[in-house]
């Protein structure tokens, strides 16, 4: 029943599969389950886009910024005590440029973001039951079929023991991943609940009912509920997934975007509430004893404890992200022009603090410390304009309607919420996570400068 009700939305993949598009999001939908099939589509399809449009990929100055920050990437490779290592560091990079650049131009429309959010909630939900089911049902198996087409590991009780990590590496990797998915699958929700209240006609509050009341708008066409009921299911599902994911950063992101959706919607006992509840785990993991007493009353320690920490007592002074930060930023003075070469932190760290650390919890440290200051603010100049002229083209656009907008702030917000994971932690070592942010950053950048030509042929004609 659920597969026929959602036919509809998906019409688009029977009548053209055989376009781009349709081979990039069937990649997204089996990324999760098979990183392989999913790399090998998006490299297939990034190169046919860059042989179909490569002068207008060219032409854009976005992509120069791209092409110069690469040259800037290999320089400080050169420049590395390890090069070897250096020069394996740059796939973390480079390869995805590419895939940005290509799909910029391949991806153009609203209708494209919502059939790729659509995609992504859908491929979330196998491993958020196989989730659920590791830390639950004490799930637990290795399969590999095809040698790694179809390579699926779910350790007993996740990892770290008692955090839900799926068929991702770690628990946070995993928590990043949902929050991603978690925010373009409460966009779309609100964009369901939005189209249930104009078919039924109810008189509700909020920014996007009051503007559809304005015009006089109504819906006419029948409205499936199922599409609601499916999306009410995966919000809920990777919410609850997210929570045992025991990711600190993850919750935080999470209610974050609760917060700003609830405000973009005008709903201000929505915006309350939640402050009221964020504020009580707060008070209860930091408050003076005889407050957090009382809160911790109500607030179970799940919550409190994870914050403050009693939870993982007595943790090496080397673990906590404030020692890892001073080490990065050290090495950044010492070297702030090339740095010492990307994957060098690892060996650096464990040769000072004589413990294994794979990165330093922080993407913008680790850059400014492998690949010297230049780089890594060319990397956050690009990462800046596209969320500003984003903003821009969200406020004061004339050519997208209310319902569009949603979709958008959707994107925008799944964008500052990647860039909030990166100052507490680093994504682009998971291949699946890496393309999916880079994806979804390529998909902000083609609808913007999709909609900026409108604009600038538009002020032309005046």
């Given at each position: 029943m659920?597969?026929?009700s959602?036919?509809?939305?998906?019409?688009?993949?029977?009548?053209?599969w055989?376009?781009?598009w349709?081979?990039?999001?069937?990649?997204l939908l089996?990324?999760p389950?098979?990183p392989?099939?999913?790399?090998?589509?998006?490299?297939?399809?990034?190169l046919?886009t860059?042989?179909?449009?490569?002068r207008?990929i060219?032409?854009?100055?976005?992509n120069w910024?791209f092409a110069?920050?690469?040259?800037?990437?290999?320089?400080?490779a050169?420049?590395a005590?390890?090069k070897?290592?250096?020069?394996l560091g740059l796939?973390n990079?480079?390869p995805?440029?590419?895939?940005?650049a290509?799909?910029?131009?391949?991806?153009?429309?609203?209708?494209?973001l919502?059939q790729?959010?659509w995609?992504?909630v859908?491929?979330?939900?196998?491993v958020a039951i196989?989730?659920?089911?590791?830390l639950?049902l004490?799930?637990s198996?290795?399969?590999?079929?095809?040698?790694?087409?179809f390579?699926?590991?779910i350790?007993?009780g996740?990892?770290?023991p008692?955090?839900?990590a799926?068929l991702?590496l770690h628990?946070?990797?995993?928590?990043a991943?949902?929050?991603?998915v978690?925010?373009?699958?409460?966009g779309l929700?609100?964009?369901?609940w939005?189209?249930?209240?104009?078919y039924?006609?109810?008189?509700?509050?909020?920014r996007?009912?009051d503007?559809?009341r304005?015009?006089?708008?109504?819906?006419?066409?029948?409205?499936?509920?199922?599409?609601?009921?499916f999306l009410?299911?995966?919000v809920?599902a990777n919410?609850i997934?997210?929570?045992?994911?025991?990711?600190?950063n993850?919750w935080a992101?999470?209610?974050?975007?609760?917060?700003?959706y609830?405000?973009?919607?005008?709903?201000r006992i929505?915006?309350?509430?939640v402050?009221?509840?964020?504020s009580s785990?707060?008070?209860?993991?930091?408050?003076?004893?005889?407050?957090a007493?009382?809160?911790?009353?109500v607030?179970?320690?799940?919550f409190?404890a994870r914050?403050n920490?009693d939870m993982?007592?007595?943790?090496?002074v080397?673990?906590m992200?404030k020692?890892?930060?001073?080490?990065?930023?050290?090495?950044a003075q010492?070297?702030?022009?090339?740095?010492?070469?990307?994957?060098?932190f690892?060996?650096?760290?464990?040769a000072?603090?004589?413990?294994?650390?794979?990165h330093?919890?922080?993407?913008?440290l680790?850059l400014s410390?492998?690949?010297?200051?230049?780089?890594?603010f060319?990397?956050?100049g690009?990462?800046?304009?596209?969320?500003?002229i984003?903003?821009?083209?969200?406020?004061?656009?004339?050519y997208i309607n209310?319902g569009d907008?949603?979709?958008f702030?959707?994107?925008?917000l799944s964008f500052?919420g990647?860039?909030?994971?990166n100052?507490?932690?680093?994504?682009?070592f998971?291949?699946r996570l890496?393309?999916l942010?880079?994806l979804i950053?390529?998909a902000?950048?083609?609808v913007v400068?999709r909609y900026?030509?409108k604009?600038r042929?538009a002020?032309?004609q005046?």
């Amino acid at each position: 029943m659920l597969g026929a009700s959602l036919n509809k939305i998906f019409d688009y993949f029977k009548s053209r599969w055989q376009s781009s598009w349709n081979y990039s999001l069937w990649a997204l939908l089996i990324f999760p389950l098979s990183p392989l099939v999913g790399a090998v589509t998006v490299g297939f399809v990034s190169l046919i886009t860059w042989l179909k449009q490569s002068r207008k990929i060219n032409r854009r100055p976005l992509n120069w910024g791209f092409a110069l920050l690469s040259f800037l990437l290999i320089v400080s490779a050169g420049f590395a005590q390890d090069k070897t290592a250096a020069f394996l560091g740059l796939f973390n990079l480079l390869p995805f440029f590419l895939l940005f650049a290509a799909h910029s131009a391949l991806i153009q429309t609203f209708t494209q973001l919502r059939q790729m959010a659509w995609v992504l909630v859908i491929g979330s939900m196998p491993v958020a039951i196989m989730g659920l089911g590791q830390l639950f049902l004490g799930w637990s198996f290795k399969f590999q079929f095809v040698w790694v087409v179809f390579s699926w590991t779910i350790r007993p009780g996740g990892n770290p023991p008692g955090r839900i990590a799926s068929l991702f590496l770690h628990a946070n990797t995993f928590a990043a991943y949902l929050v991603i998915v978690f925010i373009l699958g409460l966009g779309l929700w609100i964009e369901q609940w939005r189209l249930a209240i104009g078919y039924w006609g109810l008189n509700i509050k909020g920014r996007g009912a009051d503007r559809q009341r304005d015009r006089g708008e109504r819906l006419t066409a029948p409205h499936s509920p199922v599409p609601f009921l499916f999306l009410t299911v995966a919000v809920i599902a990777n919410f609850i997934t997210l929570i045992f994911t025991n990711s600190r950063n993850g919750w935080a992101i999470a209610i974050f975007a609760c917060l700003a959706y609830a405000l973009y919607q005008g709903w201000r006992i929505l915006v309350g509430s939640v402050a009221a509840i964020v504020s009580s785990i707060l008070l209860a993991a930091f408050a003076p004893s005889p407050v957090a007493h009382i809160f911790r009353l109500v607030v179970p320690a799940f919550f409190w404890a994870r914050l403050n920490d009693d939870m993982y007592p007595d943790r090496p002074v080397a673990l906590m992200r404030k020692t890892q930060w001073e080490f990065a930023w050290s090495l950044a003075q010492q070297h702030p022009w090339s740095g010492w070469g990307l994957r060098s932190f690892s060996t650096l760290y464990k040769a000072k603090m004589q413990i294994p650390l794979g990165h330093p919890h922080n993407l913008f440290l680790m850059l400014s410390a492998e690949t010297g200051f230049p780089s890594a603010f060319l990397f956050c100049g690009l990462l800046a304009w596209i969320l500003i002229i984003s903003v821009q083209l969200l406020q004061k656009s004339k050519y997208i309607n209310t319902g569009d907008k949603l979709i958008f702030f959707s994107y925008l917000l799944s964008f500052v919420g990647w860039i909030l994971l990166n100052t507490v932690d680093v994504t682009l070592f998971d291949f699946r996570l890496n393309a999916l942010s880079w994806l979804i950053l390529a998909a902000i950048a083609g609808v913007v400068h999709r909609y900026h030509e409108k604009d600038r042929l538009a002020s032309h004609q005046n």
